[in-house]
């Protein structure tokens, strides 16, 4: 930033046109985040993936039905691009094992599979409204054409995994969020009113806080999940799963509030407030909670690939989503069996995108956390 030096009082001011104090906290800390590298890729990455799972339908090769069990367990197909062809994939011809019945494929010298953008595919409905039959990325020919393109291949009923992993993201990442602002409300709402009252109020809720964390929480899932009925429809073990998940994780939110709380509540400004006839309320959500947010951010944004983990678990083994939902937890049940993975090692590509998503939300946190504490050195 350019200053001006005054010539008799010795002291740097800022020079005209540059001056800081014009700017709000929440451009500061747009400012210094700007700065944290991974934390701008980080959300570069978590922005395409929530892109590609809002609009699953077109970004998804083919629907997330469509099945060739000619195809079953096809490997992965490498993209290939020259100027007289275009953009193709090796074409590969199936041969089943008249002893085993296992499927194996072998590459067809010279035959070609055309690819291309924007082209007509299976029809779909976008977010269940709009009919359409457009992809962004598919095969160039004509609509249900059996001609074998699997980007990472294909599973036991001739489906795309990728095209499963892009409707399955929509989702697991889903999940994340409606649980975060649970957890968030629980989590602000208890803690604040827990560290800024004190006395008995203080007791009674961190006593219970104590309480639910001495559950283990694996197999307290397992065991609400059990006890959903079988009956339920799938969107309705969706939203059970992602409240019992808010439910066990809003503790470690409310414990930080807590405790920054206990520290500002005695600070002058927050004494100033309550002798000028400030409400509780107003103190505690105007003056003491900006306080601490960059204890909010980093909290939240770790306990987003928490829930995420948490619905991935609780599904592959079976007792969270069930199909027909799509969620990459779903999609790992494939992968239980050692002897299938061993043989097919493509089914763990869902493992690929859950990995970059918790990753992504660490670093996207830490650089957050970085940007909105005033007392960091960046």
Request: aromatic share 12%; charged share 15%; glycine share 10%.
């Amino acid at each position: 930033m350019k200053v001006e030096k005054a010539e008799h009082q010795g002291i740097e001011v800022p020079a005209e046109g540059n001056r800081t104090d014009v700017l709000s906290q929440w451009q500061l800390t747009a400012r210094r985040f700007c700065l944290h590298r991974l934390g701008v890729i980080s959300l570069f990455v978590l922005g395409l993936l929530y892109l590609l799972a809002i609009f699953a339908e077109f970004f998804a090769p083919v629907t997330r039905e469509f099945r060739d069990l000619d195809f079953i367990y096809h490997p992965p197909q490498s993209l290939n691009f020259n100027f007289s062809e275009g953009l193709y994939v090796q074409a590969y011809k199936a041969h089943t094992d008249p002893v085993t019945l296992s499927k194996s494929y072998t590459a067809i010298p010279g035959q070609h599979v055309p690819l291309g953008f924007f082209v007509r595919g299976e029809p779909y409905r976008l977010w269940g409204i709009l009919a359409c039959d457009r992809h962004f990325f598919g095969l160039d020919g004509k609509p249900g054409e059996s001609r074998s393109f699997y980007f990472l291949g294909a599973d036991k009923l001739g489906r795309d995994l990728f095209s499963r992993i892009i409707y399955g993201s929509r989702v697991s990442l889903s999940a994340g969020l409606v649980a975060i602002f649970i957890t968030f409300v629980l989590g602000l709402f208890f803690g604040g009113v827990s560290g800024y009252l004190g006395g008995w109020v203080d007791n009674l809720i961190q006593r219970s806080i104590e309480i639910i964390n001495s559950f283990p929480q694996l197999p307290l899932w397992l065991a609400i999940a059990a006890v959903m009925p079988g009956d339920w429809s799938s969107l309705r073990v969706y939203f059970a799963i992602t409240i019992v998940l808010s439910l066990l994780n809003w503790t470690g939110l409310a414990r930080v509030v807590r405790g920054k709380i206990l520290a500002l509540r005695e600070e002058d400004y927050a004494v100033a407030a309550r002798l000028l006839g400030a409400g509780h309320g107003r103190i505690i959500f105007r003056h003491l909670l900006p306080g601490v947010t960059s204890h909010i951010i980093v909290t939240l944004t770790l306990s987003v690939p928490v829930m995420i983990l948490g619905e991935t678990a609780l599904s592959f083994l079976g007792l969270g989503l069930r199909s027909p939902i799509v969620s990459w937890g779903v999609l790992l049940q494939d992968a239980m069996n050692l002897q299938v993975v061993a043989s097919y090692p493509w089914l763990l590509f869902p493992v690929i995108f859950i990995v970059l998503t918790v990753l992504a939300f660490n670093f996207l946190g830490d650089g957050l956390r970085d940007a909105a504490d005033p007392y960091s050195s960046r």
